[in-house]
Protein backbone atom coordinates (compact mmCIF):
# COMPACT_ATOMS: atom_id res chain seq x y z
CA UNK A 1 0.00 0.00 0.00
CA UNK A 2 1.52 3.25 -0.92
CA UNK A 3 0.49 6.80 0.16
CA UNK A 4 1.20 10.06 -2.17
CA UNK A 5 2.66 12.99 0.24
CA UNK A 6 1.71 15.94 -1.49
CA UNK A 7 4.23 18.36 -0.44
CA UNK A 8 7.21 15.69 -0.34
CA UNK A 9 5.97 14.52 -3.80
CA UNK A 10 7.09 10.98 -3.07
CA UNK A 11 4.91 7.64 -2.46
CA UNK A 12 5.55 6.01 1.01
CA UNK A 13 4.45 3.27 2.87
CA UNK A 14 2.08 4.87 5.55
CA UNK A 15 2.70 1.62 8.03
CA UNK A 16 6.14 1.94 7.40
CA UNK A 17 6.07 5.74 8.43
CA UNK A 18 3.89 5.02 11.57
CA UNK A 19 5.74 2.38 12.52
CA UNK A 20 8.83 4.92 12.67
CA UNK A 21 6.84 7.91 14.60
CA UNK A 22 5.74 4.46 16.67
CA UNK A 23 9.44 4.01 17.59
CA UNK A 24 10.71 7.16 18.31
CA UNK A 25 7.36 8.02 20.13
CA UNK A 26 8.52 4.65 22.65
CA UNK A 27 12.15 6.21 22.82
CA UNK A 28 10.39 9.59 23.43
CA UNK A 29 8.40 8.24 26.46
CA UNK A 30 10.90 6.05 27.34
CA UNK A 31 13.79 8.26 27.64
CA UNK A 32 11.68 11.57 28.28
CA UNK A 33 12.91 13.55 25.33
CA UNK A 34 10.90 15.07 22.39
CA UNK A 35 12.44 12.63 19.86
CA UNK A 36 13.01 15.40 16.94
CA UNK A 37 16.61 15.14 17.08
CA UNK A 38 15.89 11.35 15.52
CA UNK A 39 12.80 11.85 13.82
CA UNK A 40 14.22 14.19 11.40
CA UNK A 41 17.35 11.65 10.40
CA UNK A 42 15.08 8.80 10.56
CA UNK A 43 12.40 10.44 7.84
CA UNK A 44 15.68 11.61 5.68
CA UNK A 45 17.22 7.66 6.09
CA UNK A 46 13.75 6.67 4.51
CA UNK A 47 13.79 9.38 1.28
CA UNK A 48 11.87 12.47 2.70
CA UNK A 49 13.53 15.28 1.09
CA UNK A 50 15.52 16.66 4.12
CA UNK A 51 14.12 20.90 4.02
CA UNK A 52 10.26 18.52 4.10
CA UNK A 53 11.28 16.00 7.12
CA UNK A 54 12.51 19.53 9.07
CA UNK A 55 9.40 21.51 8.57
CA UNK A 56 7.33 18.72 9.05
CA UNK A 57 8.91 17.26 12.26
CA UNK A 58 8.55 20.90 13.43
CA UNK A 59 4.70 20.76 13.42
CA UNK A 60 4.58 17.59 14.76
CA UNK A 61 6.89 19.06 17.80
CA UNK A 62 3.75 21.31 18.59
CA UNK A 63 1.12 18.33 19.12
CA UNK A 64 3.37 16.36 20.83
CA UNK A 65 3.83 18.75 23.55
CA UNK A 66 0.25 20.14 24.07
CA UNK A 67 0.17 16.91 25.45
CA UNK A 68 2.96 17.26 27.74
CA UNK A 69 2.17 20.58 29.16
CA UNK A 70 -1.23 19.64 30.14
CA UNK A 71 0.18 17.16 32.95
CA UNK A 72 2.30 20.34 34.19
CA UNK A 73 -0.43 22.32 34.30
CA UNK A 74 -2.22 20.45 36.67
CA UNK A 75 0.99 20.06 38.66
CA UNK A 76 1.82 23.73 38.81
CA UNK A 77 5.19 23.36 37.91
CA UNK A 78 4.81 26.07 34.71
CA UNK A 79 6.65 29.16 35.14
CA UNK A 80 4.43 31.68 32.49
CA UNK A 81 6.94 34.61 33.07
CA UNK A 82 10.19 32.68 32.42
CA UNK A 83 8.54 30.82 29.39
CA UNK A 84 7.08 34.21 27.82
CA UNK A 85 10.59 35.62 27.83
CA UNK A 86 11.82 31.74 26.20
CA UNK A 87 9.40 32.33 23.92
CA UNK A 88 10.67 36.13 22.88
CA UNK A 89 13.72 35.29 22.54
CA UNK A 90 12.73 32.13 20.19
CA UNK A 91 10.59 33.66 18.10
CA UNK A 92 12.88 36.13 17.10
CA UNK A 93 15.71 32.97 16.50
CA UNK A 94 13.11 31.00 14.73
CA UNK A 95 12.83 33.77 11.80
CA UNK A 96 17.01 33.73 11.77
CA UNK A 97 16.34 30.66 11.25
CA UNK A 98 14.18 30.47 8.82
CA UNK A 99 15.76 32.93 7.06
CA UNK A 100 19.58 30.78 7.21
CA UNK A 101 17.30 27.58 6.18
CA UNK A 102 16.30 29.77 2.83
CA UNK A 103 19.89 31.13 2.08
CA UNK A 104 21.24 27.43 2.61
CA UNK A 105 18.33 26.17 0.09
CA UNK A 106 18.61 28.65 -2.71
CA UNK A 107 22.20 27.64 -3.31
CA UNK A 108 21.42 24.14 -3.52
CA UNK A 109 23.23 23.12 0.15
CA UNK A 110 20.28 22.69 2.60
CA UNK A 111 20.95 18.98 2.67
CA UNK A 112 24.39 19.08 3.41
CA UNK A 113 23.70 21.98 5.91
CA UNK A 114 20.98 19.77 7.66
CA UNK A 115 23.33 16.65 7.98
CA UNK A 116 26.38 18.79 9.11
CA UNK A 117 24.19 20.31 11.76
CA UNK A 118 22.87 17.15 13.10
CA UNK A 119 26.50 15.10 13.25
CA UNK A 120 27.88 18.13 15.07
CA UNK A 121 25.27 18.60 18.07
CA UNK A 122 24.57 14.78 17.85
CA UNK A 123 27.92 13.99 17.89
CA UNK A 124 28.48 16.88 21.13
CA UNK A 125 25.58 15.59 23.00
CA UNK A 126 25.58 12.06 22.88
CA UNK A 127 29.73 11.84 23.61
CA UNK A 128 28.64 13.94 26.51
CA UNK A 129 25.92 11.68 27.40
CA UNK A 130 27.74 8.81 26.91
CA UNK A 131 30.73 9.88 29.20
CA UNK A 132 28.25 11.12 31.97
CA UNK A 133 26.29 7.25 31.89
CA UNK A 134 29.62 5.41 32.15
CA UNK A 135 30.99 7.38 35.21
CA UNK A 136 27.72 6.61 36.76
CA UNK A 137 27.46 3.11 36.15
CA UNK A 138 31.15 2.07 36.93
CA UNK A 139 30.74 4.19 40.12
CA UNK A 140 31.00 2.18 43.31
CA UNK A 141 27.28 1.95 44.88
CA UNK A 142 28.73 2.54 48.31
CA UNK A 143 30.02 5.67 46.81
CA UNK A 144 28.18 9.25 47.47
CA UNK A 145 26.69 10.75 44.80
CA UNK A 146 27.94 13.82 43.80
CA UNK A 147 25.54 16.56 44.02
CA UNK A 148 24.91 18.97 40.91
CA UNK A 149 26.66 22.26 41.67
CA UNK A 150 24.82 25.40 41.58
CA UNK A 151 26.82 28.18 39.70
CA UNK A 152 25.89 31.79 41.33
CA UNK A 153 23.34 33.93 39.60
CA UNK A 154 24.27 37.20 40.80
CA UNK A 155 26.08 37.93 37.38
CA UNK A 156 22.46 37.27 36.10
CA UNK A 157 20.47 39.51 38.79
CA UNK A 158 23.15 42.13 37.99
CA UNK A 159 21.95 42.65 34.57
CA UNK A 160 19.59 45.24 33.47
CA UNK A 161 15.76 44.51 33.77
CA UNK A 162 16.55 42.19 36.88
CA UNK A 163 12.82 40.78 38.24
CA UNK A 164 11.88 38.35 40.33
CA UNK A 165 10.13 35.38 39.29
CA UNK A 166 8.20 33.66 41.79
CA UNK A 167 7.30 30.40 39.99
CA UNK A 168 11.10 29.40 39.97
CA UNK A 169 12.01 31.45 43.35
CA UNK A 170 14.51 33.28 41.05
CA UNK A 171 15.47 37.22 40.50
CA UNK A 172 17.59 37.42 37.63
CA UNK A 173 17.29 39.59 34.46
CA UNK A 174 15.13 38.03 31.11
CA UNK A 175 18.01 38.88 29.05
CA UNK A 176 19.93 35.33 29.33
CA UNK A 177 16.42 33.50 28.96
CA UNK A 178 15.50 35.57 25.37
CA UNK A 179 19.51 34.58 25.21
CA UNK A 180 18.93 31.14 25.29
CA UNK A 181 15.14 30.82 23.58
CA UNK A 182 17.35 32.72 20.48
CA UNK A 183 19.82 29.74 20.38
CA UNK A 184 16.92 26.91 20.56
CA UNK A 185 14.63 28.85 18.63
CA UNK A 186 17.43 29.07 15.73
CA UNK A 187 17.75 25.16 16.15
CA UNK A 188 13.91 24.61 15.71
CA UNK A 189 13.88 26.08 12.70
CA UNK A 190 17.30 24.86 11.13
CA UNK A 191 16.71 21.58 12.54
CA UNK A 192 13.54 20.89 12.70
CA UNK A 193 14.25 19.94 16.96
CA UNK A 194 12.13 21.33 19.77
CA UNK A 195 14.94 22.20 21.57
CA UNK A 196 14.34 20.51 24.72
CA UNK A 197 17.45 18.50 25.08
CA UNK A 198 19.57 21.86 25.01
CA UNK A 199 16.86 23.89 26.75
CA UNK A 200 16.53 21.50 30.16
CA UNK A 201 20.48 20.97 30.88
CA UNK A 202 20.57 25.04 30.23
CA UNK A 203 17.89 25.78 32.21
CA UNK A 204 19.27 23.83 35.28
CA UNK A 205 22.87 24.80 35.20
CA UNK A 206 22.51 28.04 33.68
CA UNK A 207 19.50 29.76 34.38
CA UNK A 208 19.29 27.77 37.90
CA UNK A 209 15.97 26.49 37.58
CA UNK A 210 14.57 24.23 39.98
CA UNK A 211 14.31 20.76 39.43
CA UNK A 212 10.74 20.71 39.10
CA UNK A 213 9.75 23.27 36.77
CA UNK A 214 12.39 23.25 34.17
CA UNK A 215 10.34 20.08 32.40
CA UNK A 216 7.13 22.16 32.35
CA UNK A 217 8.46 25.34 31.20
CA UNK A 218 10.50 23.63 28.61
CA UNK A 219 7.17 22.43 26.90
CA UNK A 220 5.32 25.46 26.67
CA UNK A 221 8.11 27.21 25.43
CA UNK A 222 8.59 24.84 22.55
CA UNK A 223 4.97 24.84 21.80
CA UNK A 224 5.08 28.35 20.74
CA UNK A 225 8.82 28.51 19.26
CA UNK A 226 7.72 25.53 16.89
CA UNK A 227 4.54 26.91 16.02
CA UNK A 228 6.04 29.79 14.93
CA UNK A 229 8.90 27.73 12.87
CA UNK A 230 6.19 25.72 11.88
CA UNK A 231 4.27 28.74 9.98
CA UNK A 232 7.41 30.21 8.71
CA UNK A 233 8.16 26.93 7.30
CA UNK A 234 4.79 26.52 5.68
CA UNK A 235 4.80 29.76 4.41
CA UNK A 236 8.09 31.09 3.33
CA UNK A 237 9.27 27.40 2.31
CA UNK A 238 6.20 25.28 1.44
CA UNK A 239 7.89 22.07 3.38
CA UNK A 240 5.24 20.94 5.45
CA UNK A 241 3.79 17.92 5.02
CA UNK A 242 0.23 17.62 7.26
CA UNK A 243 -0.44 14.20 5.72
CA UNK A 244 3.15 13.06 7.01
CA UNK A 245 2.96 15.13 10.02
CA UNK A 246 -0.55 13.01 10.69
CA UNK A 247 1.03 9.93 10.19
CA UNK A 248 3.94 10.82 12.32
CA UNK A 249 1.52 11.75 15.38
CA UNK A 250 -0.46 8.70 15.28
CA UNK A 251 2.10 6.26 15.88
CA UNK A 252 4.27 8.73 18.11
CA UNK A 253 1.25 9.03 20.87
CA UNK A 254 1.03 5.23 20.54
CA UNK A 255 4.77 4.45 20.88
CA UNK A 256 4.97 7.04 24.09
CA UNK A 257 2.45 5.58 26.10
CA UNK A 258 4.40 2.01 25.72
CA UNK A 259 7.78 3.76 26.27
CA UNK A 260 6.84 5.15 29.42
CA UNK A 261 5.53 2.10 30.61
CA UNK A 262 8.91 0.30 29.18
CA UNK A 263 11.31 3.07 31.19
CA UNK A 264 10.46 2.13 34.34
CA UNK A 265 12.10 -1.08 34.45
CA UNK A 266 15.22 0.68 33.83
CA UNK A 267 17.89 3.09 35.82
CA UNK A 268 18.31 6.15 35.18
CA UNK A 269 22.03 5.26 34.09
CA UNK A 270 21.02 2.49 31.79
CA UNK A 271 18.40 4.99 29.88
CA UNK A 272 21.55 7.67 29.53
CA UNK A 273 23.84 4.91 28.27
CA UNK A 274 21.01 3.60 25.68
CA UNK A 275 20.32 6.82 24.72
CA UNK A 276 23.80 8.09 23.93
CA UNK A 277 24.46 4.59 21.96
CA UNK A 278 21.21 5.61 19.49
CA UNK A 279 22.34 9.17 19.33
CA UNK A 280 25.68 7.98 18.12
CA UNK A 281 24.86 5.68 16.34
CA UNK A 282 22.53 7.98 13.97
CA UNK A 283 25.33 10.36 14.21
CA UNK A 284 27.74 7.55 12.57
CA UNK A 285 24.82 7.06 9.83
CA UNK A 286 24.75 10.73 8.65
CA UNK A 287 28.24 11.13 8.86
CA UNK A 288 28.79 7.71 6.89
CA UNK A 289 26.22 9.08 4.47
CA UNK A 290 28.23 13.06 4.28
CA UNK A 291 31.89 10.96 3.79
CA UNK A 292 30.73 8.55 0.83
CA UNK A 293 30.52 9.20 -2.63
CA UNK A 294 27.21 8.66 -4.70
CA UNK A 295 27.15 5.20 -6.64
CA UNK A 296 25.92 7.20 -9.27
CA UNK A 297 26.86 10.71 -9.27
CA UNK A 298 25.81 11.55 -12.98
CA UNK A 299 22.88 10.08 -14.84
CA UNK A 300 23.03 9.69 -18.63
CA UNK A 301 20.00 9.47 -20.66
CA UNK A 302 19.82 9.30 -24.65
CA UNK A 303 16.99 12.43 -25.63
CA UNK A 304 14.39 11.47 -28.46
Not at 46 to 69: F, H, K, L, N, R
Request: net charge positive; proline share 6%.
Amino acid sequence: MQLYLPIAEIPVDPFVVIFMGGAVGFLSGMFGVGGGFLMTPLLIFYGIPPAVAVGTEASQIVASSVSGVLVHLRRKTVDFLMGGFLVLGGGFGAVAGIMIFRYFRAIGQIETFISVAYVIFLGSIGALMMVESLRALLRSPTAPRPRRKHRSAEWMAAMPFAMKFRRSGLYISPIPPIILGFLVGMLAAIMGVGGGFIMVPAMLYILNMPTNVVVGTSLFQIIFVTAIATVLHASANQTVDIVLALLLLTGGVIGAQIGARAGRHLKGEQLRALLALIVLGVCARLLFDLTTPPLSPFIVESVS
